[in-house]
């Protein structure tokens, strides 16, 4: 379950992990031993309940990989080149590409080229940014500017007030750099500081540090120029306000030199994610009004002069360097952490901004500023979006709640969509006999032609003649013939139900270990009286079906047909199922006859 939910680095959970790989695996660990193991643990105890920020990782991995081999496969996202300005950039094999993620809660995950380090470039921006307004707060804001420039990142053009326009661009950020020798601070504060954040010690690559130190040409103009307008902290005489500026230049080269992975970035993030406490170990590493700030200059000035575009498309605060490195934070679930080479017009990285645009396409989180109820939730539980959405939908029509289904309406959930028998709204209201729902569902536009799991329509399903009169009137048609349909009684709607239920319709025997931990009643059953070992078999999922009965499930429990697992399997053609489900079925007739025989004999 550790790893399911990509937290084995979580340092509460080192002792336990140390004590679990001294155990040989042949030997048996007691109830008992293990309940002392885990006394105080009650970060174990989140991971065992799935109460995690993402409480489906496994399954956010899996699209998330999903969507990093789109994007690697896509011709679209090899488009651009590299920053060849830059002569150590330029050498770097434009094919590399690595993406990451890191939650709030240390949840980690990454693909690709991830033992490459590249350098940080103008996400150190963000880094440097942090540290010294954690150290003088607003102070900053009397050398450096708070609004957008409009201009290219390294443009010699200043605010009214002769400052930088933010820390995000060129000059903001040599100003910073120089705040920061103001107050005493050098290269190895800031990596210790970055230490701090990520658990990981970044060193600087000479020879880039060197080539940008000989070629920065704009940057050592655009020092000289705020050297020339006194933008800089006043110091004694000329010499030394030189010197000053010079030291601050270079503390800004030897800053966007320092080698990183996307491990250690997406780290870095989540500590800010997180409102400054760094997830692995729970130590405070900035304020969070120094979290808000650095946010906001990464949500309107992070991607260059794409920035603009960036936010209106996806809404997410992000920092880009011409390496091709991005650092996208989403507030209070964790952050992203891309690099591959190839830069757009802008400078920013194609691929790593397909990442955010794919993730977009499947969840409605990493989106700040808007939210689309049909996408997936990545905080909520497995299936949770399909329960509140589908599921209630199929509930609402299954007990007459008309306003809930309009409400449901209301906010764009589709009345269309099946569960994991294809069972539909219109299917529950026909068989439960609520003509004024399928009169609503119907002038709603949905199919009233759909077929669930065994091929039959609501139309096999009305219940009364009044609404097989009303469907044969706008022209449906019957499906395969059905068993009569009893309505079923007494289990009211819950979410932990029905994710039990999908969990087994999707072969999700991970998820159903940790919810019968939680108390779950293995034989709660839905709308149609259908049982977690229902859909098992239904699907053929032998390992669920063996583990469901192991641990109590009926075998016998009939759903609002009158069908009993077995009988699904036989349905299905699921032969291994059908199999053990008939040996099961065998092998109590056979301790029921020998019981029997026993009792006869002692009489």
């Known amino acids: 379950m550790i790893i399911y939910q990509g937290v084995e680095s979580h340092k509460s959970l080192s002792k336990l992990l140390q004590q679990l790989n001294q155990i040989d695996e042949t030997e048996h660990i007691t109830i008992n031993r293990f309940k002392e193991m885990i006394i105080g643990q009650h970060f174990f105890k989140r991971v065992l309940e ?36 830059i002569a150590p950039l330029e050498k770097v094999n434009p094919e590399y590409f690595a993406t990451s993620f890191c939650s709030t809660d240390g949840q980690f995950v990454q693909f690709g080229d991830i033992d490459q380090k590249f350098s940080i470039q103008s996400i150190g921006k963000v880094v440097s940014y942090a540290y010294l307004y954690e150290l003088i707060g607003e102070e900053v804001h009397k050398y450096v500017g708070e609004e957008p420039s409009g201009q290219k990142f390294n443009a010699p053009i200043f605010d009214d007030l002769g400052r930088p326009h933010n820390p995000m661009i060129n000059t903001g950020a040599i100003m910073v750099c120089a705040l920061l020798r103001h107050h005493n601070k050098n290269i190895q504060h800031i990596i210790n500081f970055y230490e701090e954040a990520s658990n990981y010690i970044p060193v600087i690559d000479e020879e880039l540090y060197q080539d940008e130190k000989l070629t920065g040409y704009t940057n050592h103009a655009l020092t000289s120029l705020m050297l020339a307008n006194g933008a800089f902290p006043k110091k004694a005489n000329a010499k030394e306000q030189k010197n000053f500026a010079d030291d601050a230049l270079d503390l800004y080269f030897k800053l966007c030199s320092l080698l990183v992975d996307v491990r250690s970035l997406a780290n870095f993030g989540a500590m800010c994610a997180n409102n400054g406490i760094n997830p692995f170990n729970g130590k405070r590493v900035l304020s969070p009004i120094t979290i808000k700030a650095c946010v906001t200059f990464m949500t309107t000035c992070g991607m260059y002069n794409g920035a603009g575009k960036f936010t209106k498309n996806f809404g997410v605060p992000s920092k880009s360097g011409v390496s091709g490195g991005l650092l996208t934070i989403i507030p209070g679930i964790g952050a992203f952490a891309s690099w591959s080479p190839r830069l757009n017009k802008e400078g920013n990285s194609v691929r790593a901004i397909g990442i955010i645009q794919k993730l977009n396409e499947i969840y409605n989180n990493f989106n700040l500023f808007h939210k689309e109820i049909e996408k997936k939730d990545v905080t909520k539980k497995s299936f949770q979006t399909t329960i509140q959405t589908t599921i209630a939908a199929c509930s609402c029509a299954s007990i007459g709640d008309l306003e809930g289904l309009n409400r449901l309406s ?42 669930d799991r065994w091929g039959a329509t609501p139309l096999n399903d009305a219940s009364k003649k009044e609404i097989t009169e009303y469907l044969e009137s706008k022209g449906a048609k019957y499906g395969n013939e059905q068993k009569e349909y009893q309505i079923v009684q007494g289990d009211p709607f819950n979410d932990d139900k029905y994710r039990l239920l999908y969990a087994a319709a999707e072969n999700d025997l991970l998820l159903i270990k940790s919810m019968l931990v939680q108390g779950i009643k293995i034989d709660c059953y839905d709308y149609d009286g259908r049982t977690a070992l229902h859909l098992a078999a239904s699907q053929g999922n032998i390992d669920v079906v063996k583990y469901l009965v192991a641990h109590g499930a009926s075998c016998t429990f009939k759903d609002a047909r009158g069908n009993n697992p077995y009988y699904d399997s036989v349905r299905q053609n699921q032969q291994e199922v059908k199999n053990f489900l008939m040996q099961i079925s065998t092998d109590k007739i056979g301790a029921i006859r020998k019981k029997n025989k026993t009792v006869d004999q002692g009489k």
């Open 50 to 85: 799935s109460d995690l920020v993402l409480p489906s990782f496994f399954r956010f991995c899996q699209n998330f990989k999903d969507c990093y081999q789109k994007v690697l496969a896509d011709p679209q996202y090899n488009e651009g080149k590299v920053a060849d300005y």
């Open 410 to 451: 209301n906010i764009c959930v589709s009345l269309d969509q099946g569960d994991y028998d294809n069972r539909t709204p219109l299917h529950l209201a026909a068989s439960s006999g609520y003509f004024d729902i399928v009169k609503y569902l119907v002038e709603k536009g949905v199919d009233f032609n759909c077929k």
